[in-house]
């Protein structure tokens, strides 16, 4: 009878959580050439909700294109650039623009959370899951040597994959609402990643990658 009890106590330890114990709060993962760190609830889903529609409405979104062997191509996103200089990448050049009050709180949690100071950031809007950005280092020069990308996701959870630029692995998760990623050091020299499409059914995302242009 008492090992029954305490198994039945055990059970019950395992399932009342009120802190939430058993989710993770950040991870900080190690991989070859590089690490990062996954804070999957960094903003809490009253923020978040908050932020995606403040952002969604009052960003200064654009429909970018590139030309590939005389052909326009629509980039698969929409995208806004917000920060002190300007910023020159696949051939655009997106202007200064003055920070909003919204990505100046969210830049600040950022910062706390970093100890980093973050002077652009570059916002892409996944409207469906037809949206995307493909494989891509974010080693541009004026981003200096080992830069530090700190990446904010609201909206809708989409997949991100990490590639190894030699031996090809891949690492791959999920970045949901009010989640916080953080790659530095040799990452951006080392590996490549992306969001890639989905057939699955997916509302819109919002992601924020905060920078240092030197
Ligand atoms: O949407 C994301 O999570 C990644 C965005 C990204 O890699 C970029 O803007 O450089
Ligand atoms: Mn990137």
């Given amino acids: 009878m008492a090992k029954l009890l305490y198994n ?21 993962v190690k991989i070859r050439n590089g690490a ?6 960094f903003f809490d889903k009253a923020k978040s909700d908050y ?3 403040d952002l969604i409405k009052n960003s200064e979104w ?9 052909k326009t191509v629509k980039f698969p996103r929409l995208t806004a650039w917000y920060g002190e200089r300007p910023y020159a990448y696949s051939g655009i ?8 009050d919204t990505l100046l709180e969210i830049k600040n949690e950022v910062e706390i959370r970093t100890q980093s100071i973050f002077n652009s950031v570059l916002l892409n ?7 995307s950005i493909s494989w891509h280092a974010d080693n541009e ?22 590639r190894h630029n030699a031996t090809k692995e891949k690492i791959q998760f999920e970045l949901g609402h009010g989640s916080l990623l953080i790659m530095k050091g040799e990452l951006q020299a080392y590996w490549q990643h992306q969001v890639p499409k989905t057939k ?3 509302e819109a995302r919002i992601n924020l990658t905060f920078r240092t242009i030197t």
């Fill in 141 to 162: 020069k004026i981003l200096g040597d080992k830069p530090m990308i700190a990446s904010v996701s609201f909206g809708a959870t989409r997949r991100f994959q990490l």
């Fill in 8 to 28: 039945r106590k055990d059970v019950y330890m395992k399932s009342y959580d009120p802190f939430n114990m058993s989710k993770p709060q950040s991870e900080f």
């Fill in 36 to 41: 990062y760190l996954f804070v999957p609830d």
């Fill in 200 to 202: 699955k059914e997916v």
């Fill in 125 to 131: 809007l996944y409207r469906n899951g037809n949206d």
């Fill in 93 to 100: 050049t997106h202007e200064a623009r003055k920070w909003t």
């Fill in 51 to 53: 932020y995606f529609n």
């Fill in 62 to 70: 654009r429909q970018e294109e590139i030309l590939i062997f005389g």
